[in-house]
Structures are given as structure tokens and as C-alpha cells.
């Protein structure tokens, strides 16, 4: 199995190009499986569909949440599609094997005036605050992942035209830069950057060793503004990331250009943002649509 999972882990991230945090998941995923079925004695050319279902049992005693074990069977399933076409096995034993269903949590989201108290808080006094006050900006401006945000490199963004490249794995989007978060950038780029950065570092967000930004330093920057702002909800960056979907199907968004911006796959996955949209729209719809 380790030189078949080699080749797989190949093929994901070579010719699937998938990002890494995905990379790693599968790994994750398949790790574990693999030794479940090692300690069980069962070969992975010889798994069978009950062994799979006796698996998630497992997981779910474990406490594993739905959505986890939903990925697991997902990494395990793509795993033995690909042994079946090497013409590994014969017959894939998770064929027949249904995902736990999954419920929608409602997003958590600010309010418009909760995200202007929030991007408030950094003061462009020195070279920390002109950097968290456009990244803040910058965050709410295109609703991308934080992992998204913290890979970008400083040619992604073109502040000529305003607007930024977001690439995830092989896939690429162009979101548009709104004019304060153009703003904000432009002087962090001219004003800061140049100061924080090391040689030859290509990263737009650099933390204040010149580097580039990790992941948890964007999270400890988004909840110490938190506090100043005095914000009770627990804010993330995708509590961001919820709220620009949000307020953009709010002020009359089309959720096809939404779905384009987010860079989501499927439409459900848009379409959660449906349930805050204003009273108002419901209002007009009654009062215009002849059938309402």
C-alpha cells in the first residue's frame, strides 16, 4: 500500500495540482486508514466493503464529526478510483458507501457596522498598523481564504486595474479591489513593505521579521483588533469571509458572481448566504410579483 499511496500523493498534488492544505488532509486521512487496516491484518488490495463500513464505525466512536468522516470516506474513495484504474484491484470497495449526511451550520457574520468598528481599530502610525489596517481591508475587500490571502505574492495584485489574482492549486480567479481597501494597500505597499521586507521576499503580507505572514499570525492580528474594537462574536478570517458574501447578496448581488469571487465549486455552497438576505427583498417581492 505505501508504494501505491506514493504514487496517488504524486498524482494529487502533479497533475491535480491541489493546494497543500488539501495535499496534507488526504494524507492525514489515508494514514489513518491505512493503519486501521494494518492492525486489522486486512491488505488494502483485499478491503472490502464491510471493512470500510466497520471503519467509519469506528470513527464514530471516536467522536469524529460527520464532516470529518465525510472527508475521510471522500480521501479513501478517490484513493482506491485511482488504484482500480492502475488496474490495482478489481472491484472498489467503497463503490456503495454513502457519506454521513452533513447539515449546513449557519455562518457566524458581522454586521456592516461591526466590520467598520473592526476596520478601524489599526492606525496607520507605524509600519505594524499601516500593514494590518490594509490587510484587514484587503481581507473583508475580497472574501478570500486565509490561506489564500497569506500565498499571494506581490505581482498577484494589480493596483492599476484594482483587482487581485487568487490562484488555489491550478485553479485562478480575479476578484476586484474596492477603492478603500485599493486605498490601504497601495499604502502599505509604498510606505511599509519596502521597510519590513527581507531581500528577495515575494509575499504581499510579510510579518514583522520581513517573512511571510503564517496563517496563525493572521488569526492573532484579527483577534487583538477584536478586542480593541470591544467586538463580543468570536471573529476569524472567515468570519470575514462570511460577512463579505454576506453584505454583497445583502446590497443586491448577483450570488452566480458571489460563487465566482468566493471561488466555490458548487452553487449549495453560495447559496447557504441566502438566508440573510434583507426583509426588504421579501417586501418587494410581494409587492411586484403578480403571483406573490
Known sequence: MERQLKFFFDFLENDKKLSENTLQSYKRDLKQFRKYITDYGIQYNRVKEEDIKDYIKELQDQGKKASSISRCIASIRSFYQFVLKRK???????????????????????TSE?????LEQPKNIDLKGIRDKAMLEFAYATGMRVTEIISLNLEDVNLEEGYVICKNGAKERNIPLGTMSLKALKEYIQDA????????????????????????????????????????????????????????????????????????????????????????????????????
Open 88 to 110: 490495482k484491484i478489481k472491484v472498489d470497495p467503497t463503490a456503495n458507501i454513502q457519506s454521513p449526511k452533513i447539515e449546513k451550520r449557519v455562518p457566524s457574520v458581522l
Open 114 to 118: 461591526e466590520v467598520e468598528l473592526l
Open 193 to 292: 513593505r519596502e521597510i519590513l521586507i527581507k531581500e528577495d521576499e515575494k509575499a504581499l503580507f510579510v510579518n514583522v521579521n520581513g517573512t511571510r505572514l503564517t496563517r496563525q499570525g493572521f488569526w492573532k492580528i484579527i483577534k487583538y483588533y477584536k478586542e480593541q474594537a470591544h467586538i463580543t462574536k468570536d471573529i476569524t478570517p472567515h468570519v470575514l469571509r462570511h460577512s463579505f458574501a454576506t453584505h454583497l447578496l445583502q446590497n443586491g448581488a448577483d450570488l452566480k458572481a458571489i460563487q465566482t469571487m468566493l471561488g466555490h465549486s458548487d452553487i449549495s455552497s453560495t447559496q447557504v448566504y441566502m438566508q440573510f438576505q434583507n426583509e426588504g427583498l421579501k417586501d418587494v417581492y410581494k409587492k411586484s410579483h403578480p403571483r406573490a
